[in-house]
């Protein structure tokens, strides 16, 4: 495996950058969100999922009446979660997989709570929501000690190792949020099952793990990272994507680019539920990036786009090739063996989980690209709920949702992304993304069809050497056709897009493979 781990000068300038952008956006933002804070460290708070500027936009959106922001807006007051004076019930130990009891579902009941709790304080202003969530949080890091059960409680360490870390950075600032306890309770519960199993997978050969282990690990510890404003955890998380030798790598996960720019998302081969979990985790690691100035999502040529695209092409039930993989399985000097999966699973239309909205939205409005199946799919999506819409078992609580409150946003909203992507991409400037390049020119040629000015890629940690490297390749996407705008106007539900669906092409390349 290559090396190409970030330079930390690239690193200072970066979070300098996203300091005076935040402070800017959080001064002349409208609603009941202060500016957002940057840490000693560099690391901007809030700045996970949500940035402060993300918050005033929401808050702004709903109290106009926008839409489709007060539709998103009323799912999340229906929900029984966001509902002010929930309890917590705090365990010392959470089982799952094996154990007594089996109460993970505590767990993330509470976690969810907690989020959507503090996502409508920021959005309404009433300070009972926020109290309600700083309440939960502080009751669950009093007392939490352990993660046990089987293989499992990796699985638990990721998925609510990182959605605690989102729910606490909604509330971190408030003056009766325990933190450095917080901080502890993610350093030592939480972040350190998702490090060792990324080093180690629990003694099992490295592909014995489907991607989406991989993926909650590297959330976590991303998460982790950011708010306990820990370098080395994001440097690991995110090194990890890039170059990781488990499935959850990003050319891992997604082997092969198709000639039509479409990339096989390997969890395909397994069934839709999986390689939607896999996608949205992908996603939320990516925003989480993207939110302190690290582009993952233009990462290898956007190689997450083509993989969301081909899963959201997927999902509404069209044809995708698949390329049969065989991987190992078992324990390191034990029991081992394959398992091939030789084409993509069947599809149930009707299934979905909240996820769309967020990818769909970076890469329509944040960088102006064409990207007709995501379009599609976040509409038919919309309004997106969170934990306890989406069926009562831990599948419907793995991602915390509401995206189409949390991510809708006009073309020109995102100005500071802007501003920072072309200074990244300026002569001398910081950084630029590895894919970056194709991703902006691919960006300005959607631009140039509907007459509107695209976002560059914004810095990333690779330091000036790549962005000089990604800017003699080849543009990489190209796409043609009908806007999305009729889809976003109408994102309540779609019944056709006429004509002019998005090409995506692979242009002068051969088929790639991992590595």
């Known amino acids: ?30 609603g009941v969100t202060a500016a957002p804070s940057a840490s000693a460290a560099g690391y901007a708070h809030p700045g996970l999922l949500h940035t402060g500027a ?15 922001q007060t539709a998103g807006y ?76 089987s293989a499992d409680r990796f699985l638990a360490a990721g998925l609510y190792g990182y959605q605690a870390a989102n729910a606490a950075e909604l509330v971190r600032d408030r003056p009766d949020f325990e933190l450095a306890r917080f901080q502890k309770m993610l350093t030592t519960v939480f972040s350190p099952l998702s490090e060792s199993f ?29 708010f306990c ?33 479409l990339a096989e998302w390997l969890e395909a081969g397994r069934d839709q539920g999986h390689a939607l979990l896999g996608v949205g985790l992908m996603g939320s690691f990516c925003e989480m990036a993207w939110n302190q100035g690290i582009d993952l999502y233009g990462y290898d040529d956007s190689r997450f786009l083509k993989g969301a695209q081909y899963v959201a092409r997927w999902s509404l039930g069209g044809a995708v090739s698949y390329t049969a993989n065989t991987r190992r ?9 394959t398992e091939t999966a030789s084409g993509a699973a069947g599809v149930d239309p009707a299934m979905t989980r909240p996820i769309w909205a967020m990818i769909a939205n970076h890469y329509t409005k944040r960088r102006g690209l064409s990207a007709s199946y995501l379009t599609r799919i976040a509409a038919k999506a919309s309004p997106e709920g969170g934990g306890g819409d989406y069926g009562p078992n831990s599948g419907g609580y793995d991602q915390l949702g509401f995206g189409t409150l949390a991510f809708t946003r006009d073309r020109d909203e995102d100005r500071d992304d802007r501003s920072r992507g072309r200074a990244a ?39 000036r050497s790549s962005a000089r490297a990604a800017a003699g390749r080849d543009g990489g996407l190209a796409s043609t056709g009908a806007t999305d705008l009729a889809a976003w106007s109408a994102a309540t539900g779609i019944t056709a897009l006429a004509g002019g669906l998005l090409l995506l092409r692979r242009r002068g390349r051969a088929r790639e493979t991992a590595e």
Not at 230 to 248: H, R, T
Not at 329 to 337: N, R
Request: net charge positive; with cysteine.
């Open 74 to 149: 009323a799912r999340l007051t229906a929900n029984r979660h966001a509902q002010s004076g929930w309890t917590a019930d705090p365990q010392a130990t959470v089982y799952r997989g094996a154990g007594s009891p089996q109460n993970y579902a505590v767990l993330y009941n509470d976690l969810h709570a907690a989020y959507q709790n503090g996502l409508r304080f920021h959005v309404s202003g009433e300070r009972a929501y926020a109290d309600t969530a700083v309440a939960i949080l502080n009751a669950w890091s009093a007392k939490l000690t352990s993660l046990a059960g």
């Open 329 to 337: 399985k078992g324990a390191v000097g034990g029991w081992s063996g």
């Open 198 to 226: 990324l080093t180690g997978h629990n003694g099992a050969v490295v592909t014995n793990y489907w991607p989406n282990w991989d993926l909650a690990a590297m959330a976590c510890v991303l998460a982790t990272g950011v």
């Open 1 to 30: 495996m290559h090396q190409n781990r970030p330079r930390q000068d690239g690193v200072v300038s970066r979070r300098s950058m996203l300091k005076a952008a935040g402070v800017a956006a959080g001064a002349t933002a409208v």
């Open 425 to 463: 991409a300026a002569p001398g400037g910081p950084g630029g993304s590895p894919g970056g390049s194709s991703a902006a020119s691919a960006g300005a040629s959607a631009a140039g069809a509907s007459g509107s000015a695209s976002p560059t890629a914004q810095a990333s940690p690779e330091g």
């Open 54 to 68: 993300d918050l005033a936009r929401m808050a702004a959106k709903v109290k106009a009446g926008a839409a489709p």
């Open 229 to 261: 404003d820990d370098g080395a955890k994001v440097e690991q998380a995110v090194e990890y994507f890039k170059n990781g030798s488990g499935l959850g790598a990003v050319r891992n996960a997604i082997p092969v680019v198709q000639d039509d720019g």
